[in-house]
């Protein structure tokens, strides 16, 4: 507490300067969220130039803005769904469900190939011409695309 008293004047630079410390030390600590501590001292510190306050006090206000700034990053950044931002790296078999496609050979016996982009992908379906609009209904295992005439 003597060095709080001996800082009092000047303890919302303190705060400032912890805050701007946090905040820049945020791109070295991925997945930490030290931004949002960063934002509550900045916010103590200058809550503390308008109301002067003790050390106990101007801790308490930190630890309360720093629990609502971290639920507010929660509310804003982490409360996304992994729906909504699902990804098909690695899946891209995943990514073709739902797509149509324009048969170049036909199927024959339950089997045959598209092609997509650059990729050859095998196929399950019923038997149909080259240049049929097909769609594909699903996966009958990671590799393999079942499609239907659409």
Known sequence: MQIWQSLSGQAHWVWIGFGILLCAMEPLAAGVFLLWFGLAAIATG???????????????????????????GWKI???????????????????????????????KGGEGFITVNDTRWRINGPDMPAGTRVKVVGLVDAMVLQVEQD
């Open 46 to 72: 200058l809550l503390l130039t308008i109301f002067p306050m003790s050390a106990t006090w101007s801790l308490v206000v930190f630890a309360v803005l720093s629990v609502g700034s971290v639920l507010i």
């Open 77 to 107: 950044y982490g409360s996304r769904s992994d729906d909504e931002d699902e990804s098909f790296l690695n899946r891209r078999a995943h990514s073709m469900v739902g797509k149509n496609y324009i048969l170049a050979q036909p199927i």
